[in-house]
């Protein structure tokens, strides 16, 4: 079988996250949102902004961890540039 992979475009991305995520399930909720470190790669500022964008105005709380796993603790200004 035959496996496609496709990108997904900026504006893609937006549509998917504000047709998927059910903002009243958030409503006044804290959110826990694990991003990877920066050993692995992913459209993070997008996600992110897109995320925060959607649930900040009805959740409690947003808390963001950086899963690490086993790698030592990143400096702060590196998480700043996930």
Not at 16 to 31: A, C, G, Q, T
Request: proline content about 10%.
């Amino acid at each position: 079988m035959e496996q496609l992979h496709q990108t997904l475009s900026e504006q893609e991305v937006i549509q998917w996250f504000e047709s998927n995520l059910p903002v009243e399930d958030y409503r006044n909720k804290s959110i826990l949102l694990i991003v990877p470190d920066a050993t692995r790669t992913a459209p993070l500022p997008l996600l992110f902004s897109t995320f925060h964008r959607i649930l900040s105005p009805v959740a409690k709380r947003i808390d963001v961890l950086v899963a690490l796993g086993t790698h030592p603790p990143m400096p702060e200004k590196d998480i700043c540039r996930l």
